[in-house]
C-alpha cells in the first residue's frame, strides 16, 4: 500500500507538471502548424500491469493482480486508465448478471452491505410478438435465470471500482483515455499506453490550453476497452491477431429505464422478445427486466448485420413502446434513463489471438459474450481473472538486469501466451463452443426462421456435440445492401411521453464534450488540416453513402452525430462547401452528441470512419444503466 501511494504521489507530480507546458502565442488560423504528436516531451511513468478500461474486465483484472500480491508478498503496481469521467459512467448493459465469476473473485460479496446485486431474477419467460398481439414461446436452457441478478451494470462496475481501489490499492485514473499504444524501438511489441493529447481544436492545431497526454510504460498492457475499442483495433490490425478468424459480428443496443407503476411492477420478472418489430430478415430482439426499486430495464438489440439502410435502431426501440404489452407497462411511468452500445455477437469463431508481444485482450475487447444467455459480464470477469494470473507470473519472472535503474522495463516484450492457454481450459471456452452454432446459424442458408428452427434444436438436444461449425466471413457493413433495393421504412409519429425523439432521449444520456476539440469521428487525412485530400475523402463519403445508401448513418447513429444537409448557395464559403459536397450535400458529424457506441465503425458500408477517443472525461454519464 506504501509503494501504491508513493506511485499516485509521483503520479499527481506529474500530472501538476502538465499544467505548466506552454505553446507559442496563437497566431492566425491558416499559419498555426499542425499538431506533431512526435515533437511532444511526454511525463512518463513506469508501471508492472496498465489496464485501459475500468469495466468489469479491467477491474477483476486489477483485483485479482492485487489478490496475488497478497498471497505471494510480491508487490506489483497496477495501473486502470478510464475515458469516461467516473468509473461506470460509460458502462451499459442489459443487465441480468450470472454470478460466477464474481463468486470466484470476492467470496464475500454477498455478505457486503453495499452490493447492488439486490434484485434476484424471479421468473424467466420468452414471448413472439406481433403488431398487436405476443404469444409465450419456449426459451432454450442457456435463458434460464435461476440464480442471476438484475442489476444496473454502471452500479456495479463503479462498486467494484470503489473495491480495487480502497481495499486493494490499484491506481485508478478516470478521464484519462488510452489514445494510442507505445510501441518498443523496432515495433514489434507493446510496452504501454500514451492517454490524449488535451487541447488539440477541431483544425488539428494545439490551443492555448494543450496539455501533452501521458506516456504509461508498462511492463504488461491488458486492453479491456469493451467491444470495438480503438487500441484493441489497433492491436488486431498490427499483429494480425485475427488471422484465421471469423470476422467479429455485432448486436447494437438501445434501451431505458422506466419507473413503473406499482400495480405494474413485478421485481425480478425477465422477458425476453422475438418477432416485430424486426422484419423476418433481420437478427434481433427485445428484453424487459424488472429491476430493484421499481425500475425497469427495456430495450431492443439489433443484430448489425441488417441487409436494410432505412433501419433506425432509436426508432424501432421508439416503436416497440407502441405494442399493447408495452404501452400497458409504461402508462402512467416515467423515463429516466436511455443509452446504446455494440455489443459482440461472434461467439467462439470470432475470438481472436488473445496476447500480442507485451499484454493482451480481456473481457469484450476479444468477444466472449454468450448470445444464447444473452450475457457476457461473467465470462469478462473470468478472462480478466485469468490474464491477472498469467500477466503476475510474467512480471515476477522478470530477471533484474532487465530493469533499468529509472525503473523502465528494457527487456523482450512479455509473453502471455500462458493467458490463453487458460483460457481454453476455463468453463468460459467449454460454455461457448456448446453454443458456437447458435448465432451463426441465422446467417447461413437456413435463414432467420431456419435459423431459430437450428437454435432450438442445438441449445434443447445437441448442445454444441457436433462435428460441424459455422462460419461467418463477411462484417457486418458488408451485409448492407444498397438503398434501391428497399423502400424506406415508415415509423409511426412519436407519442409523448411513451415515444420520443432522439435528441429529448439524448439529453437522458448526460453526454457532454469540451467544446472545440479534435473531431474523434475521423473520415481518411481528418488529421492533416483541411487539404484537398481531406475534402475529396468527404467527398466520397457523400457520394457513396448517400448515394447508394440513402444515409445510413442519419438513421442508425442512436446518438445523431451525423446528418447529410443540403448544401445552401447563399452561405459564406459555398465554393469550398461544393469542393467537399456531392449531390447538393454535405455532411455534418456532431461529435458532441457521441455516446461512444462505435455503430459508426463498425456499420458504414464505405468503411472509412475511425473512431478514436475524444479528450478524457468526455462522453455519457450513466448511472442507471
Known amino acids: 500500500m506504501r509503494r501504491a501511494l508513493l506511485a499516485r504521489s509521483r503520479l499527481a507530480q506529474n500530472l501538476q507538471a502538465q499544467r505548466f507546458f506552454t505553446v507559442a502565442p496563437r497566431r492566425r488560423l491558416d499559419d498555426r502548424p499542425l499538431f506533431d504528436p512526435s515533437s511532444v516531451d511526454r511525463p512518463t511513468d513506469d508501471v508492472d500491469v496498465c489496464i485501459v478500461g475500468g469495466g468489469p474486465a479491467g477491474l477483476s483484472a486489477a483485483i485479482r493482480l492485487k489478490q496475488l500480491e497478497k498471497e505471494t508478498g510480491k508487490e506489483i503496481r497496477v495501473v486502470v486508465l478510464e475515458k469516461g469521467s467516473e468509473i461506470g459512467s460509460h458502462t451499459l448493459s442489459g443487465a441480468v448478471i450470472e454470478p460466477r465469476a464474481l463468486n470466484e473473485l470476492l467470496p464475500d460479496w454477498a455478505e457486503r452491505e453495499d452490493h447492488p446485486l439486490r434484485q434476484p431474477a424471479t421468473h424467466s419467460s420468452m414471448r413472439f410478438l406481433t403488431s398487436k398481439s405476443s404469444f409465450p414461446m419456449p426459451h432454450p436452457p442457456q435463458m434460464s435465470n435461476k440464480g442471476n441478478y438484475i442489476v444496473s451494470l454502471s452500479q456495479v462496475v463503479s462498486w467494484l471500482g470503489g473495491i480495487a481501489q480502497d481495499e486493494w490499492g490499484v491506481e485508478i485514473y478516470p478521464g484519462f483515455a488510452g489514445a494510442s499504444l507505445a510501441l518498443t524501438d523496432d515495433g514489434k511489441g507493446v510496452k504501454g499506453v500514451i492517454t490524449n493529447d488535451v487541447g488539440i481544436d477541431k483544425t488539428y492545431r494545439p490551443k492555448d490550453t494543450f496539455e501533452p497526454g501521458m506516456l504509461f510504460r508498462a511492463k504488461v498492457t491488458l486492453l479491456a476497452e469493451g467491444a470495438h475499442g480503438s487500441l484493441t483495433k489497433t492491436a488486431v490490425k498490427r499483429f494480425n491477431l485475427r488471422d484465421g478468424k471469423d470476422p467479429q459480428t455485432y448486436g447494437m443496443g438501445v434501451k431505458e429505464v422506466w419507473r413503473v407503476r406499482e400495480d405494474a411492477y413485478r421485481p425480478g420478472e425477465v422477458i425476453h422478445t422475438m418477432g416485430w418489430p424486426l422484419d423476418r430478415n433481420t437478427y ?342
Not at 358 to 384: D, E, Q, R, Y
Not at 416 to 432: H, P
Not at 467 to 493: C, G, L, M
Not at 512 to 538: C, F, K, M, S, V
Request: hydrophobic letters at 35%.
Open 284 to 625: 434481433g430482439g427485445g428484453w424487459v427486466y424488472h429491476m430493484a426499486d421499481g425500475l425497469v430495464s427495456l430495450g431492443l438489440v439489433i443484430g448489425l448485420d441488417y441487409a436494410n439502410p432505412y433501419l433506425s435502431p432509436y426508432r424501432e426501440l421508439q416503436r416497440i413502446k407502441h405494442h399493447p404489452y408495452f404501452r400497458t407497462l409504461l402508462e402512467g411511468g416515467e423515463r429516466i434513463a436511455y443509452g446504446g452500445r455494440t455489443l459482440n455477437e461472434g461467439g467462439l469463431q470470432s475470438i481472436p489471438k488473445l496476447h500480442f508481444p507485451g499484454g493482451a485482450l480481456i473481457g469484450c475487447s476479444a468477444g466472449f459474450l454468450n448470445v444464447p444467455k444473452i450475457k457476457g459480464t461473467h465470462n469478462a470477469m473470468k478472462s480478466g481473472m485469468v490474464a491477472a494470473e498469467a500477466a503476475f507470473e510474467a512480471v515476477h519472472g522478470i530477471a533484474e538486469e532487465d530493469v533499468s535503474s529509472e525503473g523502465e522495463y528494457v527487456g523482450k516484450p512479455l509473453d502471455l501466451s500462458k493467458y490463453e492457454d487458460d483460457m481454453k481450459k476455463s468453463w468460459v471456452w467449454s460454455e461457448l463452443n456448446k453454443i458456437r452454432n447458435v448465432r451463426p446459424s441465422f446467417n447461413t442458408a437456413l435463414g432467420i426462421w431456419g435459423g431459430m428452427a437450428y437454435s432450438g434444436l442445438d441449445t434443447l438436444l445437441l448442445k454444441g456435440r457436433v462435428p460441424w461449425t459455422f462460419h461467418n466471413r463477411v462484417t457486418d457493413s458488408a451485409h448492407t445492401q444498397p438503398a434501391k433495393n428497399f423502400n424506406p421504412i415508415e415509423y409511426p409519429a412519436f407519442e409523448p411521453p411513451l415515444s420520443t425523439d432522439l435528441l429529448t432521449s439524448l439529453a437522458l444520456t448526460n453526454t457532454n464534450h469540451a467544446e472545440n476539440q479534435l473531431i474523434h469521428l475521423q473520415l481518411p487525412h481528418a488529421t492533416e488540416g483541411d487539404t484537398p485530400e481531406a475534402r475529396a475523402a468527404r467527398r466520397h463519403h457523400i457520394e457513396k453513402n448517400v448515394g447508394e445508401y440513402a444515409g445510413l448513418l442519419g438513421r442508425a447513429c442512436p446518438a445523431g452525430v451525423y446528418e447529410y444537409v443540403d448544401v445552401e448557395g447563399e452561405e459564406t464559403g459555398a465554393a469550398r462547401a461544393e469542393d467537399e459536397a456531392w449531390g447538393g450535400k454535405k455532411f455534418v458529424i456532431n461529435s458532441q452528441n457521441c455516446i461512444h457506441c462505435k455503430l459508426c465503425d463498425i456499420k458504414v458500408p464505405t468503411q472509412d470512419i475511425t473512431w478514436t477517443v475524444p479528450e478524457g472525461g468526455g462522453g455519457p454519464k450513466y448511472s442507471v444503466t
